[in-house]
């Protein structure tokens, strides 16, 4: 026999996930370890990726396999596969190695048609089970397989209801549910131009390929994309014999997790629906009912159900995300998961599991993700503010923190809103996958239907943003843009404010406080982090309460000071512009002289901030004419204020244009070009230390003066001879000892490939790895945008280049400069302080080629101190 392709349940384990997929893995472990789980087999990544190799298409050889694992199956459950006597059904869904909720659908009741739904009738003796279930496999298989719409089957629905005078499909009986069939196979035929495929083994066919297919839709890219899972892994198919929810009142269907997943608190969370099958439970149509009401309705299996999955967490040591269905009485578990969960339920879970013994310490700081932290420092209502606001209406609590902002109706809105500088949160009926766009740029999300187990409410805790479900009072108006709550009506564009810890609904804007992050779970966690990690973490900060911020989320020092940032306030510009507009070093040193002042204090507040810990202050770095008006207008009143006449301003504009401004005049090439601003910036560095030193002669202040865009060590020794001068001379003045540091910015390809030269005379190195990219790919990064989303729809790229750090060039780059310069100075001090610095993929690639430091905003300085810990403790010095 050829490769293998298919794999029965028994067969597989748990450590095959790379093969099986996550679902595959966890279904063959579940047998292993005897628990009830419908047999199947699971058609590999391996057929996924050849799907796409052979052309899509699925090669004969593939297609032999999976009967053949078909009639093994018939063996197993002794049922066949379009016997109407006795008619196996299956259920197709997929599975990736890394979890992907709602990425990919799934297709029950598979192997129905119109002569094998007769005989399931007079076997189950249960007409109406038998045309629910060919319905509803009609209306998944056309949705999913043929991508008909899902809303014109509802449509159909709802219509029948309508004349019935009927509320809940539930309500539908047989002749109804028959209506339905035939309704739906009509629709079918209208659209497709031939009848509902009849032949089970063509079905079946056809739902694997889909099933690839959905590998390669728009939102299981975007989802990729967000969160690094390279194409080429593929997906794996489960084909599972049918266990049926919707046999009626001792039947169900249910999604359960060993802990609280929005709390992380220990006991069973879940819901469950009498007479359902499991879609109805996921996509939030019906609301369902908790957990806790099984053990009065069913005892004996939901204590079944409880020590499954307490003996499931104790083998994966991992809060559990369970389906389970139940079958006249009899629980069948369809599949297990590491559930996601909120960071702040991580958080306690983590912490929790190494309390209750179950793993260590180490094992705790891996299974936090890193970017899920981000919620944790975003704001929470502001207590008094929410003391005084009155609830317009209650959902359920989704997904924690707190959002205000303006209601949007469509993923798109809440995408293009965002994009030009909204707050929105998003209000729809409920979610689908194809909405992820819009539920990622949006504040909040708010939905009508669905329950905790819903699209919305797994994906929003996933993303970190705050999710209130299944208010079902609320009445949306998609075609007005407007929804009903509580006897108000709100417009597209109104503030709404939702509370994802309580599930309130607020018809108004809320203020927001920022997180506390040194306590609790949060701090015991973050100290084992602290403990573990080996790169040092600073933060990127501009003016005090930046600096503050970050050394509140535990910044260990300043990695990048901007100091242009500081220029365009109102008071400062003027003095900024004269400079600029000087045509000879006696008036720019005057203009100069106006800003040293400005520059001095803000540099002290910072040094205070810091309290003694390190920071790099870079030098001016931008091109002169971001300093300078744009528009007509503001050119004439300028001119007038600095008292030159407007075609003076204008020649200057026009003098200081630039075809590509990135690549210009600026970093060192200004201070080559007038030294006497470098002068002035060391004059109010060096100025700054020594003052902040004299009031606290316990700090240990040590200037690190950042020198941008050196390409050539002889640039570099011109600039930093100027500052060095300006430095001694102070300090000798000042009669205090202090050491300062002379070092620049790795920003220009040239300056890798020549850091063993400019090591000489540089004292450190900063990987400004924004620049690096943009010069190494040769694209700048506000223009790539334009043309990136081309570059993934074909594959060319997997993730933005400015996101996530390019190991393969860039960090090529990075690691030999890291090389160069310490075979000159074994104990150089390295950092980076590009946005990478703050990337958990990126951390870890700062880890391995054995950077000292990374820099980030201050909201990103816990994600880079748990992902630095994780990367020492999966990659040992």
């Known amino acids: 026999m050829g490769h293998k392709y298919v794999y029965q349940f028994s067969e597989g384990n748990g450590k095959m996930r790379e093969l099986l997929g996550g679902k595959g893995a966890n279904l063959a472990e579940m047998t292993n370890l005897g628990m009830p789980v419908p047999q199947g087999f699971t058609v590999t990544t391996e057929a996924c990726t050849r799907y796409y190799e052979d052309g899509r298409a699925i090669a004969p050889e593939i297609q032999a396999e999976i009967l053949e694992y078909l009639s093994k199956l018939e063996e197993t459950t002794g049922k066949q596969f379009g016997n109407a006597s006795n008619p196996l059904l299956v259920s197709v869904r997929s599975g990736a190695r890394a979890s992907m909720p709602g990425m990919m659908d799934t297709i029950l009741n598979l192997g129905l048609n119109d002569s094998v739904v007769v005989g399931l009738a007079e076997k189950s003796k249960n007409p109406r089970f038998a045309y629910d279930s060919y319905r509803r496999f009609i209306q998944m298989f056309s949705d999913v397989v043929m991508e008909l719409s899902k809303s014109r089957f509802e449509e159909i629905i709802d219509d029948v209801k309508a004349k019935k005078g009927v509320v809940h499909d539930i309500d539908l009986d047989t002749e109804d549910m028959k209506t339905l069939v035939e309704r739906f196979k009509a629709f079918y035929k209208d659209e497709k131009g031939e009848d509902f495929p009849q032949d089970p083994k063509q079905q079946l066919m056809e739902a694997v390929k889909a099933v690839f297919r959905s590998w390669d839709n728009d939102r299981a890219n975007v989802y990729r994309r967000m969160n690094e899972i390279p194409y080429d892994w593929g997906t794996a198919v489960n084909v599972q014999s049918m266990v049926f929810g919707n046999f009626g ?341 005057r203009a100069l002289a106006k800003l040293l002042p400005f520059q001095q204090s803000d540099f002290e507040g910072i040094y205070e901030a810091m309290e003694g810990h390190p920071v790099v202050i870079r030098f001016l770095d931008p091109p002169l004419h971001e300093f300078l008006p744009t528009k007509e207008e503001d050119i004439r009143e300028i001119a007038n204020e600095m008292g030159i006449t407007v075609e003076k301003l204008h020649n200057v504009i026009s003098s200081l244009h630039e075809f590509n401004p990135m690549m210009g005049h600026r970093g060192c090439r200004l201070a080559v070009s007038y030294p006497e601003i470098a002068e002035m910036q060391a004059t109010a560095i060096i100025t700054a230390a020594l003052n902040v030193q004299k009031k606290h002669p316990d700090w240990t202040m040590v200037p690190e003066m950042m020198i941008p865009l050196v390409g050539e060590v002889k640039e570099l020794k011109y600039v930093k001879d100027v500052v060095v001068s300006v430095a001694d001379k102070l300090i000798a003045e000042s009669g205090l000892s202090m050491k300062y540091e002379v070092g620049t910015m790795i920003e220009i390809p040239r300056a890798a490939l020549t850091a063993d030269e400019i090591a000489k005379e540089a004292e450190f190195f900063s990987f400004g790895t924004n620049d690096l990219t943009q010069m190494t790919f040769g694209f700048s990064r506000d223009d790539a945008a334009k043309f990136l989303s081309y570059y993934y729809d074909k594959k060319v790229y997997e993730s933005d280049p400015f996101a996530h750090l390019d190991q393969k060039g860039v960090g090529k780059l990075v690691d030999m400069a890291v090389k160069l310069g310490r075979s000159v100075r074994p104990e150089m001090h390295l950092g980076i302080c590009g946005e990478h610095g703050g990337d958990p993929t990126s951390v870890e690639f700062c880890h391995r080629v054995g950077l000292n430091y990374v820099s980030c905003s201050p909201y990103r300085v816990p994600i880079a101190r748990l992902a630095a810990a994780q990367a020492a403790i999966k990659n040992p010095r």
């Open 249 to 589: 009142s001792t039947s169900g269907t249910g999604v359960a997790f060993t802990r609280n997943p929005a709390t992380g608190e220990k006991h069973l969370f879940g819901e469950y629906l009498i007479n359902a099958q499991g879609e109805d439970v996921v996509a939030g149509v019906r609301t369902p009912s908790n957990i806790s009401k099984l053990q009065e309705e069913m005892p004996e299996v939901y204590n079944q159900f409880a020590a499954i999955a307490s003996k499931l967490e104790q083998h994966y040591k991992d809060m559990q995300d369970m389906e389970f269905t139940i079958e006249n009485g009899k629980l069948y578990m369809l599949q297990t998961r590491n559930g996601k969960r909120t960071a702040a339920a991580a958080l306690k879970i983590a912490v929790d599991l190494v309390d209750e013994g179950a793993i260590t310490e180490k094992e705790a700081v891996l299974r936090v993700e890193p970017k899920q932290l981000d919620s944790l420092l975003h704001p929470q209502f502001d207590a008094d503010a929410l003391k005084k606001a009155v609830p317009i209406g209650k959902g359920l609590a989704a997904s924690p923190g707190a959002a205000c902002g303006k209601v949007v109706f469509t993923a798109e809105d809440a995408k293009e809103w965002t994009d030009r500088g909204e707050q929105v949160i998003l209000v729809r009926l409920e979610t689908s996958p194809e909405d992820i766009e819009g539920m990622h740029a949006a504040k909040g999300i708010l939905t009508v239907r669905g329950g905790m187990t819903s699209h919305a409410a797994v994906v929003a805790r996933g993303m970190g943003t705050c999710c209130v479900s299944g208010c079902g009072e609320i009445v949306v108006d998609y075609a007005k843009k407007q929804f009903e709550l509580g006897g108000k009506v709100y417009q597209e564009g109104q503030y709404i404010s939702l509370d994802g810890s309580t599930g309130n609904i607020y018809g108004e804007a809320i203020p927001t406080v920022p997180a506390d992050v040194s306590s609790g779970d949060f701090g015991r966690f973050m100290e084992w982090a602290d403990r573990y990690r080996q790169l040092e973490v600073y933060t990127n900060a501009d003016t005090p309460t930046d600096a503050r911020q970050g050394r509140a989320f535990g910044a260990q020092g300043i990695g990048l000071c901007r100091t242009e940032h500081m220029f365009f306030e109102e008071s400062r510009i003027k003095a900024m512009r004269e400079m600029i507009v000087a045509d000879n070093e006696a008036d720019r040193r």
